[in-house]
């Protein structure tokens, strides 16, 4: 069935002309991905556009992940480059199952996709940043730790700070870090797991430690009442002009995407918050970001 869906997705984004499958070989494997380029960016030939990279969940693909974020609609309205790449066996190296140092080189793949995509488009260097989902969300906090020189911000859901990319976490550079992440995910827990990940307020103080922001002042705020959801969403977030760290708990939120449509995996995967939209709560916190 997620074949299916995978090449029902594929077809209908490339007859758009807008959504495009590509590879490139890296370390003699043959990788690919999916740019989506908004509308207007033919017509607007005089502007760099931001970038964002959203990588897929354990087992997904990565048109799967373009159809389960809705991120193109965010792209259209934000006017930014939507990337999807796909992981070697559909997973990422954050350390689970595979050596930190020694598995599948997806960092030196995204690195090597950077520059291919700033080759193909017109791509501000000064603005990209990555997102993704569970291990696609690991990963991405990976790529925060292991290329601070080229992201200016990323996004997790469901994917708190784990363990491996804490270990071997040793360059500097400030990143800003969102984490989302539901109370009642039964996938990945918000407490964290002993020798695997930190919990999400753990997570959070993490990089705040990391960014120096300990003296910065946090604001917090309740996003959103949907009272027919059974969630509830808080936001907190602290930093300065340069840098911020955010929190967004959903109680009693599932392992899902905020504000996307429900996805069924045959997975525990719990409830979807509509209080709040994952996609623009990323953009709002990745436009104030600028490597």
């Given at each position: 069935m997620k074949f299916l869906i995978a090449l029902l997705v594929l077809a209908g984004a490339c007859s758009t002309a807008l959504a495009q499958v590509a590879s490139l070989v890296h370390k003699e494997e043959k990788r690919r991905y999916i740019v989506y380029t908004p509308p207007t960016y033919q017509a607007d030939t005089?502007?760099?556009?931001?970038?964002?990279?959203?990588?897929?969940?354990?087992?997904?693909?990565?048109?799967?992940?373009?159809?389960?974020?809705g991120?193109?609609?965010?792209?259209?309205?934000?006017?930014?480059?939507?990337?999807?790449?796909?992981?070697?066996?559909?997973?990422?190296?954050?350390?689970?199952?595979?050596?930190y140092l020694g598995g599948s080189d997806d960092v030196?793949?995204?690195?090597?996709?950077?520059?291919?995509?700033?080759?193909?488009?017109?791509?501000?260097?000064?603005?990209?940043?990555?997102?993704?989902?569970?291990?696609?969300?690991?990963?991405?906090?990976?790529?925060?730790?292991?290329?601070?020189?080229?992201?200016?911000?990323?996004?997790?859901?469901?994917?708190p700070m784990p363990e491996p990319v804490v270990q071997h976490h040793t360059k500097e550079g400030k990143v800003g870090v969102m984490l989302?992440?539901?109370?009642?995910?039964?996938?990945?827990?918000?407490?964290?797991?002993?020798?695997?990940?930190?919990?999400?307020?753990?997570?959070?103080?993490?990089?705040?430690r990391r960014n120096g922001l300990e003296d910065a002042p946090?604001?917090?705020?309740?996003i959103g009442t949907d009272g027919a959801d059974g969630t509830e969403v808080g936001y907190r977030e602290q930093g300065n002009d340069k840098v911020r760290v955010a929190l967004v708990t959903v109680k009693d939120g599932g392992h899902t995407w905020p504000g996307a449509d429900a996805f069924n995996v045959g997975l525990p995967i719990g409830k979807t918050t509509r209080d709040a939209d994952a996609n623009e709560l990323m953009w709002q916190f990745f436009s104030r970001h600028r490597r």
């Open positions: 005089g502007q760099t556009w931001p970038v964002v990279f959203n990588f897929h969940g354990g087992g997904m693909s990565m048109a799967e992940q373009m159809l389960y974020t991120m193109n609609r965010a792209a259209d309205r934000h006017r930014f480059i939507a990337v999807y790449p796909l992981g070697i066996k559909n997973d990422w190296n954050v350390g689970f199952g595979m050596p030196g793949f995204t690195e090597a996709l950077l520059e291919k995509l700033k080759k193909d488009y017109r791509v501000d260097p000064a603005r990209v940043y990555a997102t993704g989902l569970s291990r696609g969300g690991f990963f991405a906090l990976r790529l925060a730790a292991d290329l601070p020189h080229a992201f200016a911000a990323v996004a997790s859901v469901g994917g989302i992440h539901g109370t009642a995910d039964k996938v990945v827990a918000y407490d964290g797991k002993a020798t695997g990940y930190l919990s999400a307020m753990d997570s959070h103080r993490y990089w705040i946090e604001q917090a705020r309740t």
